[in-house]
């Protein structure tokens, strides 16, 4: 999310007049975008404004935060930063800069004469700077109504809005007209879209059909993503308009948080494990191919051993090909936040490692059935492998291949696989087949462990 | 500067306090025509101040004003300073939240049990102020009688009281004791708000009754 809001902030701030600086040293105006879902994230910011502000003691410095900013932070913030403002004020921005007294040609009414600036800077009606030639993020969602217990984001972002859907399916349309091969559709809560606007505005199901069409009708080969989607709000229908859609890829990121009911109850998350299972079997039954991610909390308040064990057992039973799991850690403004952390940071470490360690296990098996087979990749760049190229599948899985065509980047190649790792696979380039979208070989349900 | 926050932030005036124990009380304030379903929860604090504390809607859905049950907590940041207020005073809200609802559907069809600890009573005050015709039991858990918070509401043939510190209630024990002693009907939707060893407890009962995690519903309030 935050990737995307910079993306429009920096389309502002360029319009400005100013321009990227080539490093943090040399720059005139320095911001962040904070994430208040972790504390850790919030301690960076601290951090890094510590650092400006010495800088500050020696040169003309402008800093600003924005973001996910509690109210508690915001006070703080305040103190620290020049500027501190919410996504949905970046129409003041350059306002705000002025006053700052920063020099800047910049001025709203020499741009825009005669509109109004509210029409004018909404901010999702902000062209973004896409910071590449061939992924973009597109935010169609804002905000949260589900209140975790383990999440401050409601407080910080908001209740949940949806973008038009109209402006959205217009962005996707510019985006693949102008050859781009990777959208992911941003939210908190993606599924919930519409949801606010009931009568007035499409379901997320039928938001994805119209997308699915209009790619799929483009002619373009371009694989769309979502993240995240929030189980209470997962329907049968999302699942059946993924797997009719050609460019709807097939990689469902699916949080999971905990595999225990009692757990789940502590955190609020609004479903049980038998919905989350029901889920994961329309997946498996609809798309068979598709490859499944997760997010998943250890050592939440109160997490007893059988609790975690019960998480264990959900990975063991999903077999997830990637799952972002974190050490639980109280966000001031969340509702756990109040209550005791008392699983020691040593006991979360260590169920962090078990967790990753049954997600090595089922991420390697599933891995080695690609042995051998030939994969369509997205090239990303260059890879750590001195002389390999680096790209990731349909489903998001890693695959390098021995290659020093930079010219790659950002196109489709297929790639045989030779050898597997939990978290990457290795192949030969199969040549000549850049841009070819007939010979990818779909690994199907006999194929899925 | 608005933000995101303040734009659902209101600002309702306070009607009275009503005191029920030494350290209970019930805060009455303007509705502002709120819309909520019973069972919802809004985020409460005092003006000026950006400490907010959640609290389950006690009143019902049609009552004109708007009620909230408060348990005063040692060194909270908000039940102490909510407990001195005036008749006329200001009180910031945000919400209405949650999901801890009754569907239309289930309203016409199924019997509930409801099932708190304490003042997690306050969404089911809520749910029969609001609907006359349900079908119910409450189940409600404190250590004294002086704790059964607005029991003239209920139905007393539906109203069940477990004390676990004065054998005044219906029923000397926990609440639980009285899901493990009792026969339940393994139709029934169960309902369960209060604190969390309360509602794990109470759920393992239920499992070994026979009850699917799709009748039980939960709201942890710690």
């Known amino acids: 999310m935050n990737q995307s809001d910079s993306e429009r902030i920096s389309h502002v701030i360029e319009e400005m007049g100013y321009r990227k600086a080539v490093s943090e040293e040399e720059a005139d105006l320095l911001g962040v975008l904070s994430c208040s879902v972790r504390q850790k994230s919030i301690d960076k910011v601290y951090s890094r404004i510590a650092k400006w502000n010495k800088w500050k003691r020696k040169k003309s410095l402008v800093t600003f935060v924005s973001g996910c900013v509690l109210p508690a932070d915001k006070e703080k913030f305040l103190k620290l930063f020049d500027i501190v403002f919410q996504p949905s004020e970046i129409k003041q921005l350059p306002e705000m800069l002025s006053q700052y007294g920063v020099a800047s040609s910049y001025s709203v009414e020499q741009l825009y004469p005669g509109l109004e600036k509210r029409e004018i800077f909404d901010f999702w009606q902000v062209d973004p700077d896409y910071q590449s030639g061939f992924y973009a993020y597109v935010p169609i969602q804002n905000g949260c109504d589900k209140f975790c217990s383990f999440c401050a984001v409601p407080y910080t972002r908001g209740r949940e809005v949806s973008r038009s859907s109209g402006e959205i399916v217009e962005e996707i349309r510019q985006l693949v007209n102008n050859g781009y091969k990777s959208i992911t559709l941003l939210g908190q809560n993606v599924n919930s879209y519409g949801l606010d606007k009931k009568g007035e505005e499409i379901s997320f199901a039928e938001l994805l059909r119209k997308i699915g069409r209009v790619t799929d009708e483009s002619g373009k080969e371009c694989w769309i993503y979502f993240t995240s989607p929030h189980p209470r709000d997962m329907t049968d229908e999302v699942i059946e308009v993924i797997s009719q859609h050609k460019s709807l890829a097939k990689q469902i990121h699916l949080p999971l948080q905990s595999g225990d009911e009692r757990v789940l109850m502590r955190m609020k998350r609004n479903h049980s494990v038998e919905k989350y299972r029901s889920i994961v079997d329309s997946i498996h039954k609809l798309i068979p191919e598709a490859t499944l991610f997760t997010d998943i909390i250890v050592g939440f308040s109160g997490e007893t051993e059988a609790q975690f064990e019960n998480t264990r057992k959900a990975m063991h039973e999903f077999k997830y090909n990637m799952a972002y799991i974190a050490k639980y850690s109280p966000r001031p403004g969340a509702l756990s936040a109040r209550w005791e952390d008392d699983i020691s940071n040593d006991i979360k470490k260590k169920r962090l490692e078990i967790l990753t360690d049954e997600l090595k296990k089922h991420s390697f098996e599933y891995n080695k059935t690609l042995i051998g087979k030939t994969l369509r990749l997205l090239v990303y760049g260059a890879d750590k492998k001195q002389g390999y190229m680096t790209g990731l599948t349909e489903g998001k899985l890693t695959v390098r291949f021995p290659s020093t065509e930079y010219s790659l980047k950002g196109s489709f190649v297929d790639v045989k696989i030779s050898s597997v790792t939990p978290f990457a696979m290795e192949g030969e380039l199969i040549p000549d087949n850049t841009q070819k979208a007939e010979n990818i070989i779909s690994y199907g349900a006999e194929d899925c462990i | ?222």
């Open chain 2, 1 to 222: 500067m608005d933000t995101a926050v303040n734009q659902q932030l209101k600002t309702t005036t306070i009607k009275e306090i009503k005191k029920l124990t030494e350290s209970t009380f019930i805060v009455r304030m303007d509705r502002l025509d709120l819309d909520f379903r019973a069972g919802q929860y809004l985020r409460v604090g005092l003006p000026n101040s950006i400490q907010m504390r959640e609290y389950s809607i006690y009143s019902g859905e049609n009552d004109d004003y708007l009620e909230i049950l408060v348990k005063e907590i040692l060194d909270g940041e908000v039940s102490q300073k909510l407990c001195h207020l005036k008749p006329g005073d200001a009180l910031n809200f945000e919400g209405p939240f949650g999901f801890f609802g009754i569907s239309e559907k289930d309203l016409q069809e199924k019997k509930f049990l409801f099932v708190a600890s304490g003042t997690g009573v306050a969404p089911f005050h809520s749910f029969v102020r609001s609907y006359k015709n349900m079908d119910y039991f409450v189940l409600h858990g404190v250590r004294t009688v002086e704790e059964a918070y607005g029991r003239q509401t209920y139905n007393q043939d539906r109203y069940f009281l477990c004390t676990t510190k004065d054998k005044a209630g219906s029923f000397n024990g926990r609440v639980t004791d009285f899901l493990i002693k009792n026969r339940l009907d393994p139709e029934m939707l169960v309902y369960l708000c209060g604190n969390s060893n309360m509602i794990y407890d109470a759920y393992e009962i239920l499992q070994t009754k026979g009850f699917s995690r799709d009748q039980i519903f939960t709201e942890a309030y710690f």
